[in-house]
């Protein structure tokens, strides 16, 4: 049977098959979660009346956060809040993570898992981080899993011979890999449909693949989703992000960062940020 990766579709057709065809790393697991709870801790026992902000509607953090503090969310895709989010539907705000000025709180902890790539390098993640630490607390820390470039360049050649090998770990591993290979620097980043084009031609290894760990058809078929899309993941270093912490008008210092053991781990970095006390 053949496997579709023809259809099209954006957030909100992401946000229909989140729970069963979308999985780690593009998902934060186990050691993602314990890696963000150890840097949010120590800033909600510090405070008597902990608030937590969560950029996007991700369960897990939300799952982390709750019951520790005032949970709270902003995404811009009412089909995610809808299907996505599991707390309180009061709780999440309606609106473009770029425009935070209008947000009339301040925050122990914002977390964001994997949405830094989602904008444009550098003017836009810069607003997004100056955004950002205008509402923390201070003493209050952001707290972010990165998805980064490995340290080895990879061109698409070398990845699509890495998974006709069956050395990629997953459906999910191979996105990532195929997205940087494309991306030339992290100002011009990796198109969608790019990523798309270069995996969609090898449907016959996809399909000798299916089946074993980590390649579930419902995975598989969810690349059909990067078809047509012009919007770009813009993949940035930890040192990156921390020349852009440092250039804010408020800058924000490095509290550390935490690397986890999985398969291509080294790219998916937790780091944490704090406004100074």
Known sequence: MKIDLTSSGQWSSVAECWFTAIGHPLRPGDADIAAFRSFCEPAIASSNNPKALIMGVTPELYHMLSPLCDTQAIDRNEAMIDLVWPGERSAVTRKEWLRLADVDELFDVVVID???????YPIEQEQLLSGIAAHLRPGG???????SPPQMRENVESVTEALARGEIASVNHLKIRMGNAIQQSSETGARLNDVWEAIQSHGDILLQLEGTPGWRREEIEALGFYR??????AFVSIEQVLNMANRLDNPLQHEGTRVPDYPMGDQ??????????
Do not use: E, T
């Open 268 to 277: 998916f970095p937790v780091i944490c940020l704090s406004r100074p006390a």
């Open 114 to 120: 994997g949405g830094i790539h989602l904008v444009d």
């Open 228 to 233: 047509g899309q012009q919007a770009k993941y």
């Open 141 to 147: 820390r952001l707290v972010a899993r990165l998805f």
